[in-house]
Structure formats: structure tokens, C-alpha cells
DNA sequence: TCCAATGTTTCGCC
DNA sequence: GGGCGAAACATTGG
């Protein structure tokens, strides 16, 4: 086992649940101390037992009896377990036997309430509750918006994150041009079952930390299937960068 | 040195 | 008060 270990890494959904799977060694460790640039009150975390770990989307979600601590890495948050790093972390725990949890550039919240209460875990893509009947249902009510700003919609699909959204269209052949009224209800189920399944395939390359060898479109040059240039733009209202071919991707309208 | 990037929240203006 | 967009947050590599 190594002494220190390090996590940086692309914070969409699977990189939380891989750091759910990480911090599992704390479920049951009492806090002894609590500090750091987050405005939350430290103190109220002193003694407290972390209880379970959870995830919603890209939120990593600390359990305690009675209320859980909500981190969001945010575009460049990091952390170290059992070491740190000259940086002011936002949240700083530490454990008996010198063992240590340190968060940096996330940003950080308190949930007093029941997590059902916040959560819909039917929109969450690494959920066993996912449901693409309530995402299909959701996207019914906003038609004219642009797909890749769906995708993007984390009440819709909580953990798709920009990667996630460029290689999902791209693997359904749909042009991110494309409006949700537009595309047929076949290929929105079809892009839903993609989803999940580019999801988790991203969360075993993650693992392995191969997860760009297999971008088939996102920073990519030319396109794997026709050799047509991809273009590189930023779309929708979120003018998130996209990658995609006008060649192979439909645009619906 | 400057810019862009896997993201979200907050603020100010109309 | 809603909608919108800019700014803020902060790190890193190209």
C-alpha cells in the first residue's frame, strides 16, 4: 500500500464514483480536526463519524448523522488522501493515525435536510435509479433547446459532463446543432442507452487511466469514420467547446 | 506571458 | 423579479 496517494482528475460523473471507491477507507472514521478556506462552520464537523459516502452527478456527498457535506470539484478541484500539497485547501480533515482528507478548489456546502429531499436520483446517470423515462419526460417539456445543451442539463443528466456529451453525440451520430424536439424518440432512447454506456466504459478507462486513447471525437482532428475534418466549435446557450463531424452526425430539425 | 480548459454560482444590469 | 451575461472561483499545461 502506498503511503501517499494522489487524485487529480476530470471531474465528471464516473471520476466521483471513483472517488466514492478511494474514500471508502473513511466510512466510520471520527473527525478529529476540520479547517480550510470553505465558509462552512468547521467546527459542527469536530467528532463527527462519517457515516456513508454517496454521490449525486458530480457531487461527492460526506454522510454524517444528522446532516452530509457536499463537495464539487468544480473544474480543477483535486484531492489528496494521507498528503497534501502547498495550496490552501477548501476543506481539510484529519483522522487518528495520522490519516488525512484534503480537498482543494472545490466548492463546498452543507445539506441539512434528507438527501431525498435535494436529490432526484432518477437523473442521476451512475444511479441504480437512473430512469430514461423521467429524462425523455423532462426533455419533452423544453423542446427547443439545443441537445448538447440537454446533455449538459444536470437535472436532466446529472454526471455528463463535456466529454461525456461530445463522445455520446458523436457515437449516436447526432449533430449537436441538433434541437431535442427534433430528434426522433427512437434516437433519443437510442442516445439515452448511450449515455450510460459510454458512462460506465468511462469510468473503467478512468481506472486504468486510459480514458483518452479512446476519445473518438473530442479533440480530435479528423473523423474516424469518413476522414472528414472535425470541426471545433462552441454551441448552445452553455457555448461549451464541441467537437463534431458534419459528415456523419444528422442534424434534426 | 497569455490563454484555454473536464464547471457552477453569484452578481449586476436591463 | 426574471432573464441574461459577465465575473468570480482557481489550477495547470500548452
Known amino acids: 500500500m502506498p503511503i501517499y496517494q494522489i487524485y487529480q482528475f476530470m471531474p465528471e460523473g464516473p471520476s466521483i464514483v471513483i472517488a466514492k471507491e478511494e474514500l471508502q477507507q473513511f466510512i466510520g472514521k471520527r473527525i478529529l480536526t476540520a479547517s480550510g478556506s470553505s465558509k462552512i462552520e468547521m ?8 457515516i456513508g ?5 458530480k457531487h461527492l456527498l460526506l454522510c454524517f448523522d444528522g446532516f452530509t457535506i457536499r463537495i464539487h470539484f468544480l473544474m480543477f478541484g483535486k484531492y489528496f488522501i494521507n498528503s497534501s500539497k502547498p495550496l490552501k485547501p477548501t476543506l481539510a480533515l484529519t483522522f487518528a493515525r495520522g490519516k488525512e482528507l484534503n480537498f ?3 466548492a463546498i456546502t452543507m445539506i441539512e435536510v434528507p438527501l431525498e429531499e435535494v436529490y432526484d436520483w432518477t437523473a442521476d446517470v451512475m444511479n441504480e435509479n437512473w430512469s430514461a423515462t423521467s429524462a425523455k419526460k423532462k426533455m419533452k417539456k423544453m423542446p427547443e433547446r439545443m441537445i448538447v445543451d440537454i446533455l449538459l442539463d444536470q437535472e436532466i443528466f ?11 453525440l458523436y457515437r449516436t451520430k447526432i449533430h449537436p446543432t441538433s434541437l431535442g ?37 473530442y479533440t480530435k482532428k479528423k473523423c474516424k469514420r469518413d476522414g472528414s475534418v472535425i470541426k471545433k466549435g462552441y454551441l448552445g446557450k452553455g457555448q461549451r467547446r464541441t467537437y463534431f463531424c458534419d459528415a456523419c452526425q444528422v442534424v434534426y430539425a
Open 181 to 217: 424536439g427534433d430528434i426522433p424518440p427512437k434516437k433519443i432512447t437510442e442516445l439515452c442507452k448511450e449515455v450510460i454506456i459510454y458512462t460506465f466504459q468511462f469510468l473503467e478507462w478512468k481506472k486504468i487511466s486510459q480514458l483518452a486513447k479512446y476519445w473518438e471525437v
Open 104 to 106: 482543494y478548489t472545490s
Open 43 to 50: 467546527n459542527r464537523l469536530k467528532n463527527k463519524k462519517i
Open 53 to 57: 459516502i454517496k454521490t449525486f452527478g
Open 158 to 168: 446529472a454526471g455528463v459532463g463535456n466529454i461525456i456529451k461530445n463522445e455520446v
